[in-house]
């Protein structure tokens, strides 16, 4: 689905607790994905990576550790934030989680609001857009909960895509964007949308960026992509 709706990939092989938080997550906005065991999250991985990942640490076969460790060392899931949930207390057992590269550790039995709040924190982080922040850059100001955006002030209208388009730029200033990548984050790999609709709405963008005058933030990086700045 094309949104600012955030992905989360949810690994749990106990159907009850998995059942129980994919309710939450989803009745709290979140687009989710469900895997049973290690070697179905890893597939699921490779199809598309989620905007986050809640794993159990013990799971059937390939362990959630495991996982977390193959996922953490892979250049194109590395920056996944990957939330453990463990049935372990020991602080042995925190400490080797985080070392695997776990970016956050709750231990079960956990309470649904914290969980639901340290996922937004670790979006908050790694994609700001999809937890209603405000995101600047330069004279450009989204704010991604009202959906608004202004340039020095002033309002600019903007198509939904457009304004999918300008999140995804405003969450890494400098980042080089395929279209194919842009494609996968603004219009998502369930729709076939051809890379040169990406080219139009660009050029769409950039017009509306423009409206009120200004320079053209973004950049046109030949053979490559696109970035803002
Ligand atoms: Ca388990």
């Given at each position: 689905m094309a949104s600012e709706q955030p992905s989360v990939l949810l690994v749990e092989d106990e159907p009850a607790q998995r059942e129980v938080l994919a309710y939450n997550l989803e009745a709290d906005g979140f687009a989710v994905t469900k895997a049973e065991n290690g070697e179905e999250a890893l597939m699921l991985v490779e199809e598309g990576a989620p905007d986050l990942i809640l794993l159990?640490?013990?799971?059937?076969?390939?362990?959630g550790i495991e996982v977390c460790r193959q996922l953490k060392t892979r250049s194109e899931t590395r920056n996944v934030p990957i939330i453990m949930l463990s049935a372990r207390s020991e602080e042995v057992d925190r400490v080797r989680g985080l070392e695997t590269g776990a970016d956050d550790y709750v231990i079960k039995p956990y309470s649904v609001i914290e969980l639901m709040a340290r996922v937004r924190a670790q979006l908050r982080r790694t994609r700001p857009s999809t937890v209603g922040e405000r995101l600047e850059y330069e004279d450009i100001i989204l704010d991604s909960e009202t959906h608004r955006v202004t340039r020095k002030g002033e309002g600019l209208k903007l198509g939904p895509t457009e304004f999918r388009l300008l999140s995804t730029f405003m969450e890494k200033p400098g980042r080089v964007w395929s279209r194919e990548q842009l494609l996968d984050r603004?219009?998502?790999?369930d729709i076939y949308v051809d890379t040169r609709t990406v080219d139009v709405h660009i050029g769409r963008l950039r017009k509306a960026l423009c409206q009120h005058g200004g320079d053209d933030p973004l950049r046109t990086v030949r053979g490559a992509g696109y970035s803002l700045g």
């Open positions: 159990d640490w013990m799971l059937p076969n390939v362990s603004v219009w998502g790999r």
